[in-house]
C-alpha cells in the first residue's frame, strides 16, 4: 500500500495532538517495513522532519499554508482532491480532525468534541468554522477514529454519526515517562526550574476548558493547612482567556506559591514529574487526557477529575472528583499529601495501569485499519 498521512500538525505544534502524530508515525515506521508512507505538509512546515524519523518516508510538501489548505478543503470545498499533489495513494489518515477530499479511501482521528461541548471556551469564529468543517470531514471518511469510548459516544450522540463507522484507538505512552531514579538528573531539573520545595503539579494548555481557575482556589484552601507547604506548578502555553487565571491568582493572594512555567521541553517532563509530590488533572472536558496518564506511568499519584474520558483511561489508579467542585479537589489533593498509604496504593496502581497503553499497540491497530481501507 501507498499511504498517505497528515503531518502538518507535527511541524507547527509541540503538544497535545503534534505529540499524537509524531508518536504515531514513529511507531508506524517502526513496525511496518513493507507499505510506503507518504507524510504531507504545508509549505509552512518547520524544522527537519525526515531526521526526526526512524526511518526514510516520502515527505510531500503542499503548495500552500495551513491557512491555505484549509481554505481550499475546508471553506470554499473546491473539488480538488490530494492525490492531484501528491499522486496515487491507497489510503489516507488524517490524525487531525480535517480530512481533505481525497480520490482514495479516507478515515479521520477525532479527538474530542470540545468545540461543541463547550462551545463558550472557544473563540465564536473558530468554534463555527470548526463545526462546519468537522462536519465536512466526516462525511469525507470512509472511516472514524476515536480515541476513546468518550468521544465516540459524543460522536454519536452529538451528530449522529452511526456507531459501526467509529473505531476507538487509544493513545499510546512514549517511552521515556518511566520513574526516574537518577539523582543528577531529578537535581539538574530542579535547578533548571528553581524548585526549592515540595510541589503539586499540573500539565495543560491555560485555557478554560483545563479548570484551572478551580485548581489554584482548591489550591488556596490547601495553604491554610500548617503541614502543607507545597508550591503549585502549571506547565502549558497560554491559550484564549488566560487572563482570567492571573486574575484569580491575584485575588485569592497566592502569587508567590502559584508558580507558571510555559512550554516544558519533552525530554524534561519525565524529572519534573517524578519529582512532584502529587498531579492534580482537573479538566472540565478531555477526549483522552494524556498527562494523568504519563504521571502514573513516572509513578507519581493522580487526582483527576471524573470528566468524559477520565474514568475510562485512568480506571481505579486515580482519585477522581468532580470537578465543579472545588471542596472536593482541594480534599482529594488533602488525601494524597497526608496519607503515605494511599499514596503508595495509587503509586502502584498507576504504573500497572499506564502499561496497557503503547503507541505500538495503537500502531498495529491504526495498520489493521488501512488494510481494511485498502480491501474495502
Known sequence: MRIGIDYGV?????????RHVRELVAA???????????????S????????TLPRKVII?????????????WHRINLPLPLEFFTGKLDVYHQPDFLLPLTRCPGCVTIHDMSHMVYPQYTHPRQA???????????????????????TKRDLVRLLRINEDRIEVIHNGLNTRFVPIRDENKLLNIRRRYAI????????????PRKNLLRLVAAYAILRQDPNLMHQLLLVGKEHWLADDLL???????????VRFLGYVPDE???????????????????GFGLPPLEAMACGTPVVSSNAPAMPEILGNAALLFDPLDTEALAEVLRKVLLDNQLRCKLVERGLERSQRFTWVNAAHRHLELYQRLYRS
Open 196 to 207: 526549592d520545595r515540595p510541589f503539586i503539579l499540573s500539565i495543560g494548555s491555560v485555557q
Open 247 to 257: 486574575t484569580q491568582v491575584k485575588k485569592l493572594d497566592v502569587r508567590c506559591d
Open 44 to 51: 509552512d512546515a518547520k524544522g527537519d522532519i525526515v531526521g
Open 268 to 286: 524534561d517532563l519525565p524529572a519534573l514529574i517524578c519529582l512532584a509530590d502529587v498531579f492534580a488533572f482537573p479538566s472540565l472536558y478531555e
Open 10 to 18: 507535527a511541524t507547527r505544534e509541540t503538544a497535545g495532538i503534534a
Open 28 to 42: 508506524l515506521l517502526q513496525i511496518d517495513h513493507v507499505n510506503e508512507y507518504v507524510l504531507t505538509v504545508t
Open 60 to 72: 510531500h510538501k503542499l503548495p500552500f499554508s495551513e491557512w491555505g489548505r484549509r481554505v481550499v
Open 128 to 150: 463555527k468554522y470548526f463545526d462546519k468543517a468537522v462536519r465536512g470531514s466526516l462525511e469525507r471518511a470512509q472511516l472514524i477514529i476515536a480515541v476513546s469510548e468518550a
